[in-house]
């Protein structure tokens, strides 16, 4: 918890009045700085603004020449102040000009000077100055001097961001400059909006009170509030996504009702500072930390203070703390561009209705929650887009390309023209899917091709109506794993997979069991140090080595099928033991079912995921006990070519559509054949038009793919002659040494197979 502060009350009621003053930015910034340094018993007191052009301007000085204002100009760079502002970090050095970065401006006349203090001046998470105090003799600034001299940087940020002008130009280059950015695509989609920063800015006309007495009851009045709006979610229906999030709102709660957060905010409160500047100040030391925090855990526990912050000032704001609503801004309005620096699910959960547009993330991660709820709700979404909050205002108009994984600020028309006519067009493409949804999965020849859907959340079931596939081929269970702080108490799992069946109907669902480690680590597990996680102790080794968490899940897909029929595969079986052991421990699980009042379910089909090429050479021994293989091309493929999927400059190296890696699916298939083993494919390559005509091509009749696959494959099965095209590619894969991608291409270019998203 944070250290103690203390910013002199006298200083912060005269800086007060110097802000509320009426008079000339320049003379307002000089009576700042004389004050600071009178305070802070200082010689010298200066500050640096950030021009348009990236470089660091003194604007105002106490202690230096005075005819150095507005001429002195720094590289961003260069000398203390520019590391400061590199850095976003506070600097204190005991002698400047002896540090190897000083750097000395003559003009200035600051040779006398050794003790050197110096803080960025941050806005909206970015330096848009710095601010700093000069001694003559060698000292070391205190850390309460260094904690000050940051509150009156944050208290100066708007003044200096709003007022200063700088030579030659007063523009602040976020209001003008269109800027072109990359990201990672984490949910695909176009999107158009105006900017909405995620974490509210404290306004500078709420920074100061007149009656700490009366701010300090409206801090804890807030602070009640923000407990109450907790609980309200905590009662509310989001069963959408994990059936009862009770596990990720109860932490907040508890971190909410920390008594040495609220000593510590009121305190500020005290000092002179309002209820908001007491929090924006907790929110930065909370970020600050953030940044600096390598530990995982850690970074989620700092995660979750900072995502109070934010909800503590949307109540000061007078909305109920959730971020719908804040700013008086109204669900559902014009639509909106989400940023934000990283998003939790709950408060994702929280837009679902609010119309937004797309959702841009300054960290990169595919596999976050956020991401996986993002997707669910079909809104396009960027991940890893750095320094996309100091790019962007709120309001700023952006357009979010999640197709090609770029996206514009502040477009010019032509560029907005553009987006038109691809939004068009993607309307219309989807238009033309929506129409085949009904149309039988059938190709030119009369073969039926079973489509499915992979899933992980309730949300996704939606797709299952959108698209018109017959089931789900694959449901990810460990994404209500992911998507919680804490293990999902049983009834959690429970209600999940009923919903999912209730869903479904009569449609087929394979629920797969947790698939754990690797890339998908939970949230407070113990990582260990593993050289290649993805080889590691992860899916179903990880599962029968913890017995109690897998037979607890077992326990609840038997008590959710509550009778009915129930499918579930093993994810990563390696050798057919795995898969004896797991589908072993299953029947125990029926068996302790039934013996407690339970109903067995009527029908109880096992499978194994196919995606460690080992199991392909133990599938007789398999056929005598599982009723089905999937095979899961994301981690084979891996496997198969030894190349990580998680690292895009080896994962993209190798092509699917290669004849070693055919001819083993081809492998696969007939072996099940030969062993009478229904056979799937439910890697992400199934969703791509032409690869999933090489798995039909291949005699793979069932395929399972993320909902925004459906459409193109069926279009593109639909317009298939198997009995034609299969020899030909066969005999492309067997008889030819010519690059088979391009043969591929130029057989169905032949054959008139629709593989484009149109024409
Ligand atoms: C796969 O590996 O192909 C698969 C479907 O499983 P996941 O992507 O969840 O590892
Ligand atoms: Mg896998």
């Not at 009656?211 to 807030?222: H, I, K, V, W, Y």
């Not at 449901?475 to 794993?481: A, G, I, L």
């Not at 009569?506 to 939970?522: A, E, I, Q």
């Not at 391009?742 to 024409?759: F, M, P, R, T, W």
Request: charged share 25%.
């Amino acid at each position: 918890m944070p250290q103690s502060f203390s910013v002199p009350r006298l200083l912060i009621n005269r800086l007060r009045d110097v802000m509320a003053g009426d008079m000339e930015a320049d003379t307002r910034l000089q009576k700042v700085v004389t004050l600071i340094a009178g305070t802070m018993v200082a010689d010298v007191c200066s500050i640096y603004k950030r021009t348009d052009t990236d470089e660091l301007e003194l604007v105002a000085t106490e202690g230096l020449a005075a005819t150095a204002v507005h001429q002195t100009r720094m590289a961003f760079d260069e000398g203390l102040v520019g590391q400061i502002a590199l850095s976003g970090e506070p600097l204190s050095i005991q002698d400047a000009p002896r540090h190897p970065a000083f750097s000395y401006r003559p003009e200035t006349g600051e040779d006398p000077y050794h003790a050197f203090l110096g803080v960025p001046i941050l806005r909206g998470g970015r330096v848009i100055g710095v601010l700093t105090v000069q001694n003559r003799t060698e000292r070391l600034y205190d850390e309460d001097e260094v904690d000050s001299l940051q509150t009156i940087a944050m208290v100066l940020a708007e003044v200096v961001a709003s007022d200063v002008p700088t030579q030659p130009s007063s523009a602040d280059p976020r209001e003008s400059r269109p800027i072109t950015l990359r990201g990672r695509i984490l949910g695909e989609g176009l999107g158009l909006g105006a900017a909405r920063l995620h974490d509210p800015i404290v306004s500078p006309a709420r920074y100061f009170t007149d009656d700490p007495d009366a701010e300090a009851r409206r801090l804890s009045t807030a602070l009640r509030q923000l407990q109450a709006s907790l609980d309200r979610m905590l009662t509310n229906d989001v069963s959408a996504i994990f059936g009862e999030p009770r596990e990720v709102l109860e932490a907040y709660k508890m971190l909410a009702s920390d008594p040495m957060w609220a000593a510590r905010l009121e305190e500020t409160v005290r000092s002179g500072l309002s209820a908001e500047a007491a929090v924006d100040r907790s929110r930065r030391e909370h970020r600050i930390k953030l940044e600096n925090a390598a530990d995982p855990y850690l970074r989620e526990r700092l995660h979750d203070l900072e995502d109070l912050d934010n909800r503590l000032l949307r109540v000061l704001a007078g909305s109920d703390g959730s971020a719908v609503g804040a700013d008086g801004a109204e669900a559902g309005a014009a639509s909106e561009v989400l940023i934000a620096r990283r998003l939790g699910p709950a408060e994702l959960l929280e837009y679902r209705n609010s119309g937004l547009a797309a959702i841009i993330l300054e960290e990169v991660a595919p596999s976050s929650h956020a991401a996986i709820v993002a997707r669910a709700l079909g809104i396009p979404t960027l991940g890893g887009v750095a320094g996309i909050s100091n790019a962007v205002a709120q309001g700023d108009q952006v357009i979010v390309d999640a197709e090609q994984g770029t996206l514009h600020v502040r477009p010019d028309q032509d560029l907005l023209t553009a987006y038109e006519t691809r939004r068009l067009m993607r309307t219309e493409r989807q238009a033309a899917f929506q129409a085949l949804k009904d149309q039988p999965s059938r190709t030119r020849d009369g073969v039926d091709i079973k489509l499915m859907l992979n899933a992980g959340l309730a949300l996704d079931m939606d797709a299952m109506e959108k698209t018109g596939a017959e089931g789900i081929g694959l449901f990810r269970t460990e994404f209500q794993f992911l998507v919680s702080d804490t293990l999902p108490k049983m009834e959690s799992q429970i209600g999940l997979y009923r919903q999912i069946l209730d869903y479904a109907g009569n449609r087929p669902v394979h629920f797969r069991t947790l698939d754990l480690g690797g890339d998908k680590m939970l949230p407070n597990a113990n990582k260990g140090e593993e050289e290649n996680p993805a080889l590691g102790w992860r899916s179903i080794r990880f599962a029968l080595d913890r017995p109690g968490l897998f037979r607890r899940q077992l326990r609840a897909l038997v008590r959710a099928a509550d009778g009915g029929p129930l499918s579930v595969m093993f994810p990563m079986v390696t050798k057919a033991e795995e898969f004896f052991e797991a589908k072993a421990l299953l029947m125990e699980e029926i068996e302790w079912s039934v013996a407690r009042g339970f109903q067995a379910p009527c029908e109880v089909r096992t499978g194994a995921m196919l995606e460690a090429p080992a199991l392909a050479f133990s599938l007789g021994e398999l056929a005598s006990e599982a009723d089905f293989i999937s095979v899961g091309t994301n981690d084979l493929l891996q496997f198969f070519f030894a190349a990580d999927r998680m690292v895009p400059s080896v994962s993209e190296r190798y092509d699917f559509i290669s004849r070693p890696a055919l001819r083993f699916l081809d492998m696969v298939r007939q072996e099940c054949e030969r062993h009478q083993l229904p056979v799937s494919v439910c890697g992400e390559i199934a969703s791509h038009p032409l690869e999933a005509l090489c798995l039909i091509g291949l005699g793979y009749h069932t395929l399972s793919m993320p909902a925004s696959g459906v459409g193109p494959v069926k279009r593109m099965l639909r317009s298939v002659d198997l009995s034609t095209f299969g020899p030909e590619f066969r005999a492309a894969i067997y008889d030819s040494n010519a690059d088979l991608r391009n043969e591929v291409l130029s057989i169905a270019d032949i054959q008139k197979i629709a593989l484009k998203d149109h024409g």
